[in-house]
């Protein structure tokens, strides 16, 4: 993949300087720098695609929460005619 990044000027000019004295390129360099941080920084989630849900999972995880919630709520309720009643009263 290429990307395009946007790098201080003199940082450039040390990074080229320093990987053609070692024969290297800037890219194999970058690619080092990537995989160093990536080894020596752990993630604060996991970062395999199986772990993290999509955005349709998490909508139809809360939205049978909430109807679970609903079914609760209808089950322990009063009907129409206790309520009715029960103003009665």
Not at 21 to 48: C, H, K, N
Not at 63 to 79: C, F, G, I, T
């Amino acid at each position: 993949m290429k990307a395009t990044v946007d790098i201080p000027d003199a940082l450039f000019r040390q990074v080229k300087a320093r990987s053609a004295l070692g024969g290297r390129t800037i890219r194999d360099v970058t690619i080092e720098a990537y995989q160093r941080w990536l080894a020596e920084t752990p993630a604060p989630y996991s970062t395999t695609d199986e772990a993290l849900p999509t955005a349709g999972e998490t909508w139809l995880a809360a939205w049978e929460a909430l109807a679970a919630e609903v079914v609760a709520d209808a089950d322990n309720a009063s009907n129409p005619r206790e309520i009715l009643l029960a103003d009665r009263r």
